[in-house]
């Protein structure tokens, strides 16, 4: 545990001024989930049906699904808060399987911006649909929003010495959490429409979308969640609360574990132990606006906890190197799964299928 209240944030770790580039909509169809969640079944999942390594189905794309509710304030847990809709875009191939392996994609943008429909968001749920994952993007409240936040977080966070700027960061990271773990229990909750197999959940984030991308996985099912109660925020009943999940893969693009270890500040816990999934840690050796020590300081968190990671440096890329291409010469050769591409998705898309176990038809 750090010695002093956020030192990780006040040594420049944190990702202040990341944005992200949207994308026009791409949307194709608004079909309707069935919310009817009485028959909700979340136990052993039958065995996933096959991938593939190509480009092979049309994609079905469903934009703006709900998944449930925020409040929003005109400053940090002022009275009369307003309610916001908490959407994801979900991409569903054409083969009518009903027991797909599931991707979620978080955006980045240093918690102040970013959307679910941006350029890369939108490349990589393609991507993976197209090879016959069920994929999803969501968007979760920013701080421009002010979503509510737990009394005893907001006073660490106010007492903890930091710039506004800085302090509004940490202060959106909250809400931004307990969207996020809100989407996958609301994918879980309706896995039976969309056609995934609740078994075989992976997560791929960028920036503040991998720091979250780590919490979905990491956090107990009470995180992010239990430190308000339906007084304070009774938008809380919207999120699918009795639902739980596990998540299979994680793959973490330039990020970091400052998330959890501003909670385990907060509240004096360690979340990060042996039931973790195995971690995918892509980073950029250049990077200036999230240290590429960001990097280094997860392996030393899994392995300490005998969790399985890879590491795989990008020489000289600084943050957001989405475009990165390996050639021979930067390909790690101590990884513990095989790859064969030269892109960041090929990358993502060996390292879960390995983790998961799936066929991958040639």
């Known amino acids: 545990m750090l010695n002093n209240k956020f030192e990780w944030l006040l040594l420049g770790t944190v990702l202040i001024g990341c944005t992200g580039k949207d994308s026009d909509d791409t949307s194709v169809d608004d079909t309707d989930i069935d919310t009817d969640t009485d028959d909700i079944d979340t136990g052993p999942a039958p065995e996933v049906d096959e991938v593939y390594s190509a480009s092979t189905f049309t994609v079905e794309l469903r934009s703006d699904e709900v998944y449930g509710q925020g409040q929003t304030h005109s400053n940090w847990n002022t009275a009369n808060p307003d309610v916001m809709d908490l959407k994801l875009d979900l991409y569903v191939p054409d083969n009518e399987d009903t027991q797909r392996p599931l991707v979620v994609f978080t955006h980045g943008g240093g918690w102040s911006g970013g959307d679910k429909a941006g350029t890369r968001e939108v490349e990589f749920c393609n991507f993976f649909a197209e090879r016959g994952f069920v994929c999803a993007s969501l968007n979760y409240r920013l701080r421009g929003d002010k979503g509510t936040v737990p009394q005893a977080y907001f006073e660490a966070v106010s007492n903890a010495g930091l710039t506004p700027e800085a302090a509004y960061q940490v202060l959106a990271m909250?809400?931004?959490?307990?969207?996020?773990?809100?989407?996958?229990?609301?994918?879980?909750?309706?896995?039976?429409?969309?056609?995934?197999?609740?078994?075989?959940?992976?997560?791929?984030?960028?920036?503040?979308?991998?720091?979250?991308?780590?919490?979905?996985?990491?956090?107990?099912?009470?995180?992010?969640?239990?430190?308000?109660?339906?007084?304070?925020?009774?938008?809380?009943?919207?999120?699918?609360?009795?639902?739980?999940?596990?998540?299979?893969?994680?793959?973490?693009?330039?990020?970091?574990?400052?998330?959890?270890?501003?909670?385990?500040?907060?509240?004096?816990?360690?979340?990060?132990?042996?039931?973790?999934?195995?971690?995918?840690?892509?980073?950029?050796?250049?990077?200036?606006?999230?240290?590429?020590?960001?990097?280094?300081?997860?392996?030393?968190?899994?392995?300490?906890?005998?969790?399985?990671?890879?590491?795989?440096?990008?020489?000289?890329?600084?943050?957001?190197?989405?475009?990165?291409?390996?050639?021979?010469?930067t390909i790690p050769s101590d990884l513990s799964f095989d790859f064969d591409g030269t892109t960041l998705r090929d990358l993502s898309f060996d390292f879960i299928t390995e983790q998961l176990n799936l066929t991958v038809v040639e």
């Open 174 to 329: 909250y809400p931004a959490g307990r969207d996020c773990k809100a989407a996958v229990r609301w994918l879980v909750a309706y896995a039976s429409d969309i056609g995934f197999n609740v078994g075989a959940i992976s997560l791929i984030g960028g920036s503040a979308g991998a720091h979250n991308s780590i919490v979905m996985d990491v956090s107990e099912p009470e995180d992010y969640r239990d430190e308000l109660s339906l007084e304070d925020d009774p938008t809380l009943a919207s999120t699918n609360l009795d639902v739980e999940y596990e998540i299979q893969a994680v793959v973490n693009h330039w990020g970091g574990a400052g998330m959890m270890q501003i909670l385990e500040d907060v509240y004096d816990i360690d979340r990060f132990d042996s039931t973790d999934a195995p971690l995918l840690i892509v980073h950029g050796t250049g990077d200036e606006t999230s240290d590429y020590s960001n990097a280094t300081d997860l392996v030393d968190i899994y392995n300490s906890n005998g969790v399985q990671n890879d590491l795989v440096p990008l020489p000289g890329a600084g943050h957001g190197a989405w475009g990165f291409e390996f050639d021979d010469e």
